[in-house]
């Protein structure tokens, strides 16, 4: 402890007396810093792939295991975002297609709105405020039409993904939370809402969810006659039941949770938008032989907001359920099954058509939440290499990618790296993980530092990589 206290000493007296220069990182120097991390007490039972590459000279400055296959947790997003960017394109966009299916009679209209979705996760996300609501859209579109009054149904169609929503590799504790959310043919609000309800000595009240998700069962199992808080969530996959588990304070309850039916919650939302802006809404089934006379028109098509804001978005937020989208829509653009195995498929099969080794890939999502997911650091640095030589469109990744300033350790944000590294980080259990690129604007090396199973806590453990990563970038100034 008391070497490392004299570490940071050192340090923070080189980044007070450092002058402008112009000067590469030093190979040599490199390695010993990165030795030094390696040797710490708290790395004794690692696992760690660390890899410094240098963009422009094509070469590997200094590493520690690089081929090494780590737990890569949400570093996996940049993999999976470099892939949608090159298949896809910055400017992709989903489609989200309504109709009405039926006959229009004066000012009332007797069918069904139709909705098929398209796998766009961010309808009516709450990080997107400011791009066009789909329901608003719709209200609008049928008042233009000179509808005021609809009798049928709300259909959402949500097949274009097969079942199940949730990834099998993920453990079974995370689907109920928000992190763990699905990602459907049809998505919507995030596919999360907030299940609020209150607690007395075991028993809730008053259990609903805002927004209102129709069809969802709440089951208490919660302990009777205990005080302590340590409420717990699962989703039984296949129904559309919540379960309450662990122990509750006797107080009010309200816990943002993922949820089964986003179809159910948009058809819900849309029902009462209608109502509340003027429009009667009857729900009545109509047969097939009805349906039949009536004509299939559409009403809309929404778009998503560009593949490049949404990546910006996911990296920044580590959005799992976002990214395991653009998985998808690899595998679909590809003429694929639109699944996370095949999403996988497309994405080795891109870089290993880019004269990359992918023997140290072993991808089971497009986020990283399953821990089966491994890769190198090799492989990481080798890949960013390659997108900051091959913009899409124009776009780097690395413009899509977050600041690092208090997204490690304590000592970065007070150096000018806090603005002058750019990184995706990754955390689960037992992982710590990030990789990124120096200098933010104009990069000229590509990094990745992957830590599995070490001992003491995850603080210190960030801390050391601040340590290293100011040892290898503090003192570098590129023009």
Same mark, same amino acid.
């Given at each position: 402890?008391?070497?490392?206290?004299?570490?940071?000493?050192?340090?923070?007296?080189?980044?007070?007396?450092?002058?402008?220069?112009?000067?590469?990182?030093?190979?040599?120097?490199?390695?010993?810093?990165?030795?030094?991390?390696?040797?710490?007490?708290?790395?004794?039972?690692?696992?760690?792939?660390? %890899?410094?590459?240098?963009?422009?000279?094509?070469?590997?400055?200094?590493?520690?295991?690089?081929?090494?296959?780590?737990?890569?947790?949400?570093?996996?997003?940049?993999?999976?975002?470099?892939?949608?960017?090159?298949?896809?394109?910055?400017?992709?966009?989903?489609?989200?297609?309504?109709?009405?299916?039926?006959?229009?009679?004066?000012?009332?209209?007797?069918?069904?709105?139709?909705?098929?979705?398209?796998?766009?996760?961010?309808?009516?996300?709450?990080?997107?405020?400011?791009?066009?609501?789909?329901?608003?859209?719709?209200?609008?579109?049928?008042?233009?039409?000179?509808?005021?009054?609809?009798?049928?149904?709300?259909?959402?169609?949500?097949? *274009?993904?097969?079942?199940?929503?949730?990834?099998?590799?993920?453990?079974?504790g995370d689907l109920a939370w928000t992190y763990g959310a699905g990602i459907y043919g049809f998505n919507f609000r995030d596919n999360s809402s907030t299940l609020k309800f209150?607690?007395?000595?075991?028993?809730?009240?008053?259990?609903?969810?805002?927004?209102?998700?129709?069809?969802?069962?709440?089951?208490?199992?919660?302990? %009777?006659?205990?005080?302590?808080?340590?409420?717990?969530?699962?989703?039984?996959?296949?129904?559309?039941?919540?379960?309450?588990?662990?122990?509750?304070?006797?107080?009010?309850?309200?816990?943002?949770?993922?949820?089964?039916?986003?179809?159910?919650?948009?058809?819900?939302?849309?029902?009462?938008?209608?109502?509340?802006?003027? *429009?009667?809404?009857?729900?009545?089934?109509?047969?097939?032989?009805?349906?039949?006379?009536?004509?299939?028109?559409?009403?809309?098509?929404?778009?998503?907001?560009?593949?490049?804001?949404?990546?910006?978005?996911?990296?920044?937020?580590?959005?799992?359920?976002?990214?395991?989208?653009?998985?998808?829509?690899? %595998? =679909?653009?590809?003429?694929?099954?639109?699944?996370?195995?095949?999403?996988?498929?497309?994405?080795?099969?891109?870089?290993?058509?880019?004269?990359?080794?992918?023997?140290?890939?072993?991808?089971?999502?497009?986020?990283?939440?399953?821990?089966?997911?491994?890769?190198?650091?090799?492989?990481?640095?080798?890949?960013?290499?390659?997108?900051?030589?091959?913009?899409?469109?124009?776009?780097? +990744?690395?413009? +899509?990618?977050?600041?690092?300033?208090?997204?490690?350790?304590? *000592?970065?944000?007070?150096?000018?790296?806090?603005?002058? +590294?750019?990184?995706?980080?990754?955390?689960?259990?037992?992982?710590?993980?990030?990789?990124?690129?120096?200098?933010?604007?104009?990069? =000229?090396?590509?990094?990745?530092?992957?830590?599995?199973?070490?001992?003491?806590?995850?603080?210190?453990?960030?801390?050391?990589?601040?340590?290293?990563?100011?040892?290898?970038?503090?003192?570098?100034?590129?023009?």
């Amino acid at each position: 402890m008391k070497n490392y206290k004299k570490r940071l000493a050192v340090i923070s007296l080189l980044l007070g007396i450092m002058v402008p220069m112009c000067y590469a990182v030093d190979a040599e120097n490199a390695q010993r810093a990165i030795s030094a991390f390696v040797g710490d007490s708290l790395h004794r039972h690692a696992s760690i792939s660390i %890899a410094l590459y240098d963009i422009e000279a094509d070469t590997m400055v200094a590493s520690y295991h690089p081929d090494a296959s780590c737990i890569t947790a949400s570093t996996m997003k940049t993999i999976t975002s470099s892939t949608g960017l090159c298949l896809l394109g910055p400017n992709y966009t989903f489609p989200t297609r309504v109709y009405v299916h039926g006959e229009q009679k004066g000012k009332k209209f007797k069918g069904n709105i139709f909705v098929e979705g398209g796998g766009d996760p961010t309808l009516g996300s709450k990080y997107f405020p400011n791009h066009p609501n789909i329901v608003q859209e719709i209200v609008d579109a049928l008042k233009a039409k000179g509808i005021e009054k609809v009798e049928g149904e709300i259909v959402v169609d949500s097949s *274009l993904m097969p079942w199940p929503a949730t990834n099998g590799w993920w453990e079974v504790g995370d689907l109920a939370w928000t992190y763990g959310a699905g990602i459907y043919g049809f998505n919507f609000r995030d596919n999360s809402s907030t299940l609020k309800f209150s607690a007395k000595e075991g028993a809730i009240a008053n259990p609903r969810f805002e927004p209102a998700v129709p069809g969802v069962q709440v089951v208490n199992k919660l302990a %009777a006659g205990v005080n302590t808080d340590n409420v717990d969530l699962r989703l039984e996959e296949g129904t559309s039941t919540i379960v309450l588990h662990g122990s509750a304070a006797n107080k009010d309850y309200s816990i943002p949770m993922a949820i089964p039916n986003p179809a159910a919650m948009f058809a819900d939302s849309l029902s009462r938008a209608l109502k509340a802006q003027g *429009l009667k809404l009857k729900i009545k089934h109509l047969s097939a032989e009805k349906l039949a006379k009536g004509q299939k028109t559409l009403l809309l098509e929404h778009r998503s907001p560009a593949l490049s804001e949404i990546i910006t978005s996911l990296l920044d937020r580590s959005d799992n359920m976002f990214t395991d989208g653009v998985l998808r829509a690899v %595998a =679909r653009q590809a003429g694929r099954e639109v699944t996370a195995r095949a999403g996988a498929a497309v994405v080795d099969s891109l870089w290993r058509s880019k004269g990359i080794d992918t023997q140290a890939l072993f991808q089971y999502d497009g986020s990283g939440l399953s821990a089966h997911n491994r890769a190198s650091s090799r492989f990481f640095v080798e890949m960013l290499s390659y997108m900051a030589k091959h913009p899409a469109e124009g776009v780097f +990744l690395s413009q +899509l990618m977050p600041e690092v300033r208090r997204r490690i350790g304590k *000592l970065i944000p007070d150096t000018p790296l806090a603005t002058n +590294l750019v990184v995706k980080s990754g955390s689960i259990n037992n992982v710590q993980t990030f990789v990124g690129y120096f200098p933010a604007k104009r990069p =000229r090396y590509a990094w990745a530092l992957l830590v599995n199973n070490w001992n003491g806590t995850r603080a210190a453990l960030r801390d050391r990589m601040d340590v290293l990563l100011i040892s290898l970038f503090g003192q570098s100034k590129i023009e």
